[in-house]
Every structure is written in structure tokens, then in C-alpha cells.
């Protein structure tokens, strides 16, 4: 069935819902492109418009090759054999080929059709920019089809095709469909931010999948096209400047144009009628390089540290792709990460922090996850907990003003800091809670740690802007990798322990039996309670010793109660409802617990419990407790001086929980010091 009056031709089918659609769409082409078609979708409800061509201006198509003859002949032979589009001249960018037959071959070729056929010497290292670049320069086109030579012509009117987009108003690029040699999809257009800072999307999907809303079978708008094969005019190639050869030599480099070219209004369009033949990155793929892969994959890098630098708005919000579906996989699938989510904005005027926890039990818990908690309670600070890594596309799709890392020295963390590093405007914070550089083997995390962890830590923190610390002995140890360190000491969050200390000892009622000893920690204090293990033994006849969440194997015989596996957020309740007499907090003498916080007190001293503590750095200073040297009688006369005088433990007990109270908890002022570290 054809429209009348005028009116651009409509092919359609017997639908008389469709038919109407297509009658209102051929109606709106009339007005805005007139000799317009409207052709039948993939779907009900979906067109494909044929724009007119009024004019057949000469295409000049650009192919970069070194080598790889079978690639570059098949592609030549297809395009004088199948292109239907009559005006195009071929400029065949030769970087340096080196076997004699590709030379051989080459030369041949300049001599085939000179008016048609030219080819154009490039040598030097591999630039696809700076060819590309060179050989625009030299064409005689309006037009340019930036063309890899592994691709292939399958229809004789591809061309045709592109053009028809190519000339019509407002249209800056014109990207086509590229198919893998088994009819998978290589390209349907690029998606910003998808698996780094863009991707193609529904790569290797069948060609006739119909995909996400069929966005791989239907004509659309996107941000980006390949280079691989890309149409634009020759005006507004050298208008932006053209691909980017000395930032962008090798990856990117189009979508970075294409984005050029976008900012200056002008749509870039994919259609899925003109399809290729590609066998995607050849190139690279065959090593037609010198460099090693070490060297490679840093320009990779780079280059990828560029875009992130360059395009961060465009990266974090293609515009062409709802916010609502996933940046980490083949593209189209929703996104179930709440982080990730679209949502309300940031709160103008406070930071929005994404934090990243080395755990979600210890030190991420109270120097990460309480302190933002606690920002967020004051509103001076928006922000969420990331409980994995992120890379550097997901962390600008979270709209993070502010990065705050810890234990991000693996080779996934080095990579996403070192990403990161390229986000100007969000600041990057470093956070130690311990010397991880010096775990002992005593240590339930020695097995874990990495050989070269100094050097892996020293690389992490040089990656951030500051190196927040919870003590000033491990900012003196740490003092080498950072100028901007800023001790932040551990505090209790109110949102955990509460408003107001547990009243144990004053509403405690009398009791029986043995005197109750208490050690709470984790698994890392494995050889401080070793250390001990002797007193235990020796004072088991004594008192009941009772320990929460570890307990070694060679002291268990000896403890009266343990409790294991106690949950983080479980931790304070737990701890509070213990009924000790007095509480022991045993610290080896070395470099790692030299550096720890006094974090122990704290938790013992809101409970209101006396104790018995290693005279180590931690520790020391003016808390009304018990120091004593590691050795064994002074561990057991504290312990039982303390038991002998009931009156003196409670008071000592009292006078601990008021200093926490009065000076360590996670409140006022001191949340604006977190707020200060993070964000000034």
C-alpha cells in the first residue's frame, strides 16, 4: 500500500493499528523530511525510515593496514564488487608493511585505478589516529568512511544506505552494522560507560536476536559508533579536529570523536539495514605491533584514563541508555545494584561519598561505615557502602564526589584505584586502620597477606589525595607514602553502643561463685592470647574466664564460656551483657600492635569494666586502667589485685566508661573531623 498525496511511499502490512502509526509517521516525514520512505520493522510498532538522496557526492574511503593481505584484499575485492553506490575512491593507508608479498601487493594496487585507487605511505609506529588523520588530509571526498580492513561488504547497497543518513540535516555520523564471520553481532552501536568508559553492546548475540526493546534491529540515535566503519563529511571530520593521535593513538580514538562531534549538536546515527562483515580488532589481535603486552596494556591505560578525564558526564549518563540497566555486562540487562540504581541526586552542597571496606566486621565497619553513617545522620554528607570494588564507569554512574579506600591493594584494587585516579573532582582518601605491611605470622590474616604488601600498600596510598590513620605511630610508619596524613583516632558510634553506657555495675545484682574474667576480640589476636596462655592455665582454678569471638585451641580447655561467631551489629549488645569483673586486653610488643588504636578500652570501658591491659603504646597515657609488662606474674598479680579489691576494680571500671563517654564517642564535633578528613 502506498500513502498519496505527496506523501512518502509506506510499505506495510495488513494492521490496521500499524498502518495508522505509520500514516501519523509518513504525515510528520512530509513536513520535516520530505521523500522520505517508511518501511516495516523487525516488530509491531517499529519503522525504519528511508531518508532520500537527493545528491551522490564522492565518498572517499580510508582503510589503515600493515600486512594482513588476505584481510585487505577481501575487503577491496568486496567493495568494488558489491558497492552500489557509485561515487567513492579508495585511500589504502599503508603503516610500514613489511612481508614482501603485502608490498608486492600493495604497489600492484596503486597501479590498478589511480584516479580511484591510491595508496598512501605511513609509516612509523602504530597510530591509527595519526593514519586515519593523514589520509582525510589527502582525500578528495565530501565525505569520509572510515573503514577497517577487515571488514567486508555482504550487500551491494550499504553504502547507499549510509548516505541516505549521511545527508540528512543535523546528522553528524552514521555508524553501520558489523557482523563477527559466525553472525554474531560486533557492532550495534556504543554504549557509554559500559564495562569501562564504552563498549559495544550485545556483543556476539545473534544477528537476528531481537535484543532489549529490539534495539539491535531498529535505526536509532546513539553517543558513539565504531571506527571500524564510520561515515561522516569531510567538514566536520577537520571541524573537531579529527581522531585524536596523540592522546587516543589507539583505543577510543572514535568514540572520543564521536562525542566530538555530538557536542556540536549533530546526531550520530546507527542503522542495522547497512551491514558488514568484521572480524573485529584484527590488528591488534595478530601482534602487527612491536610493543610487549606490558607496554600495550599501559597505553591501554592511559587511554582509558583519558576518556575518563575527558568525557566523565557523558560516561557516568549516555543518554542513549536508560540508567535503570547494567554498566557491567553484555549491556540491556537491568541493574540490580542499589548503588548503581537511578535515584534521588546527591543533596546540593554535601559530599556524596562512596566508601569501599576492607571487611564488614572490624576496621571497615568503624572507620568507614560508622563514620558515614554518622555524616549522613548529621546531614553534612550524603553517601553509600560499596562492598566491592568499583571501576572507574561505575564509580561516575554512582555520581561519588568522594572515594574512600581501604585495603585496596590487590591487583583488582591497584587497577580500580589506579582508574579512579583519572576521576578529576572526586577525591580519592586512603584509609589504615593497621601497619598491614607488618602482620605477623601469629596473625589469623598472615596467610592472606601478599609478600610484597609494603610496596602493594605504598602504591595504593601514592594513588589517593590523602592517608587518613587512626593513630599517630602508624602516620609516623606510614609517613614515607603520603605528604597529606591525617590522624583520625576510632571512636564508638551512638547508632551501635547507644545514647547512655550500660549501668552494669551499679544496677548488678550479687552473686556466687568464682570471679568472671572476660577477653573479647577477633582472630587476628591470636598470638597476643598465646602470649597469655600461661596465665590463663594457671589462674583457671581461680576465676571463670570467658572469652567472646576467638578462642585458641590450646587455651579453650581452660575458658569456662566462649562465644563464637558473633555478628558485628550483634557485637555491642553482646559484650554489654557480659558480667565480667574484670576484662584483660594482652598486646604483643612489635611494629603492627604498636601502631593499633586503643580501640579495646573503648569497648571495654563503655561496659564499665576494670582492666588489665599490656603495657604497650596503645595503650598507654591517662586511662584509669592496669598496665602491665608481658610477663607472666605481673599479668597474674594485676589480675588478682584487682579481684581482691572489689570496691577499687568498680570505681576504676566507672571512671574508664566516663572518659569514653565524655571523650570517645562518634558524635559532634568529632564527626565533623571525619567530615573534615574525607572532604577538605
Not at 523530511?33 to 538522496?53: D, K, N, Q, R
Not at 598512501?120 to 573503514?147: C, D, T, W
Not at 541493574?335 to 564488614?360: K, W
Not at 583519572?422 to 602482620?439: E, N, P, Q, T
Request: some cysteine; glycine content about 8%; charged content about 20%.
Amino acid at each position: 500500500m502506498h500513502l498519496t498525496s505527496g506523501q512518502p511511499t509506506v510499505f506495510c502490512t495488513t494492521s490496521e493499528a500499524w498502518q495508522a502509526l505509520a500514516g501519523v509517521l509518513a504525515e510528520h516525514l512530509a513536513q520535516a523530511e520530505p521523500g522520505s520512505e517508511v518501511a516495516e520493522g523487525p516488530a509491531p510498532g517499529t519503522f525504519h525510515v528511508i531518508p532520500p538522496l537527493p545528491r551522490m557526492p564522492l565518498v572517499s574511503i580510508v582503510i589503515p593496514t600493515r600486512d594482513q593481505l588476505p584481510f585487505l584484499s577481501r575487503c577491496i575485492e568486496s567493495l568494488l564488487e558489491k558497492t552500489n553506490y557509485p561515487n567513492f575512491e579508495v585511500l589504502v593507508v599503508d603503516n610500514g608493511s613489511q612481508t614482501p608479498e603485502a608490498r608486492e601487493s600493495l604497489a600492484g594496487l596503486a597501479q590498478v585505478d589511480p584516479a580511484r585507487i591510491r595508496v598512501l605511505a605511513a609509516p612509523g609506529a602504530f597510530n591509527f589516529s595519526r593514519m586515519n588523520n593523514r589520509a582525510v588530509k589527502q582525500a578528495r571526498g565530501e565525505y569520509v568512511l572510515l573503514l577497517n580492513n577487515d571488514t567486508a561488504a555482504l550487500q551491494a547497497d550499504w553504502l547507499t544506505l549510509m548516505m541516505r543518513h549521511a545527508l540528512r540535516p543535523g546528522v553528524g555520523i552514521v555508524g553501520a552494522r558489523l557482523l563477527y564471520p559466525d553472525g554474531g553481532l560486533q557492532h550495534a552501536g556504543v554504549v557509554m560507560g559500559l564495562r569501562g568508559p564504552a563498549e559495544h553492546p550485545a556483543l556476539g548475540a545473534s544477528a537476528g536476536q531481537a535484543g532489549y526493546l529490539f534495539r539491535t534491529q531498529v535505526q536509532q540515535n546513539f553517543s558513539a559508533v565504531t571506527a571500524a566503519c564510520l561515515l561522516v563529511s569531510k567538514a566536520v571530520y577537520e571541524e573537531v579536529g579529527g581522531l585524536d593521535e596523540q592522546a587516543l593513538a589507539v583505543s577510543y580514538n572514535d568514540v572520543d570523536f564521536c562525542l566530538k562531534v555530538g557536542a556540536t549538536g549533530k546526531r550520530i546515527v546507527w542503522t542495522p539495514l547497512a551491514t558488514l562483515l568484521h572480524e573485529g580488532s584484527a590488528s591488534q589481535k595478530r601482534s602487527i605491533e612491536s610493543l610487549g603486552q606490558a607496554d600495550k596494556r599501559a597505553r591501554f591505560t592511559r587511554e582509558q584514563g583519558v576518556m575518563y578525564e575527558r568525557w566523565p558526564d557523558a560516561i557516568a549518563h549516555d543518554p542513549a541508555y536508560n540508567p535503570n540497566l547494567s554498566l557491567t555486562g553484555h549491556g540491556y540487562e537491568i541493574e540490580f545494584n542499589p548503588l548503581l540504581r537511578a535515584g534521588p541526586p546527591p543533596v546540593p552542597g554535601r559530599p556524596h561519598c562512596l566508601v569501599f571496606p576492607g571487611d564488614t566486621s572490624g576496621c571497615g565497619h568503624y572507620r568507614l561505615i560508622q563514620p558515614l553513617d554518622a555524616m549522613v545522620g548529621a546531614q553534612v554528607a550524603t553517601g553509600r557502602v560499596s562492598l566491592g570494588g568499583m571501576r572507574a564507569n561505575l564509580v561516575l554512574a554512582s555520581e561519588a564526589d568522594v572515594l574512600v579506600f581501604q585495603r585496596f591493594f590487590t591487583d583488582a584494587g591497584l587497577q580500580a584505584m589506579q582508574e579512579a585516579k583519572s576521576l578529576k573532582g572526586v577525591r580519592k582518601i586512603y584509609d589504615a586502620d593497621d601497619l598491614d605491611s607488618h602482620i605477623r605470622i601469629t596473625n589469623s590474616s598472615y596467610r592472606q597477606a601478599l609478600k610484597d604488601a609494603r610496596g602493594r600498600m605504598a602504591k595504593a596510598i601514592g594513588l589517593c589525595d590523602r592517608l587518613v590513620v587512626s593513630t599517630q605511630p602508624l602516620a609516623h610508619a606510614l609517613a614515607a607514602t603520603h605528604e597529606d596524613i591525617r590522624v583520625i583516632p576510632n571512636r564508638l558510634s551512638p547508632g551501635m553502643w547507644g545514647d547512655a553506657p550500660p549501668r552494669r555495675l551499679i544496677d548488678r545484682p550479687q552473686r556466687s561463685g568464682k570471679p568472671r574474667v572476660g577477653w573479647a576480640g577477633s582472630a587476628s589476636h591470636y598470638g597476643d592470647l598465646k602470649m597469655v596462655a600461661d596465665v590463663i592455665r594457671d589462674l583457671a582454678d581461680e576465676v571463670d574466664w570467658i572469652f567472646m569471638g576467638m578462642c585458641p585451641d590450646e587455651i579453650r580447655p581452660y575458658v569456662k564460656e566462649f562465644y563464637a561467631g558473633v555478628p558485628t551489629l550483634d557485637w555491642p549488645e553482646r559484650l554489654m551483657a557480659q558480667d565480667w569483673d574484670v576484662a584483660i586486653a594482652p598486646l604483643e610488643s612489635h611494629a603492627f600492635n604498636e601502631c593499633k588504636s586503643n580501640l579495646k578500652l573503648l569497648e571495654y570501658g563503655w561496659c564499665a569494666m576494670p582492666v588489665v591491659c599490656s603495657d604497650v603504646l596503645p595503650y598507654q597515657g591517662d586511662w584509669p586502667v592496669v598496665r602491665v609488662k608481658n610477663r607472666h606474674r605481673d599479668w597474674c598479680d594485676a589480675i588478682r589485685g584487682l579481684l581482691s579489691d572489689s570496691a577499687g576494680a568498680r570505681a576504676q571500671g566507672l571512671a574508664l566508661q566516663r572518659k569514653v563517654q565524655s571523650e570517645w564517642m562518634l558524635g559532634g564535633e568529632h564527626v565533623l573531623q571525619w567530615h573534615a578528613a574525607w572532604t577538605s
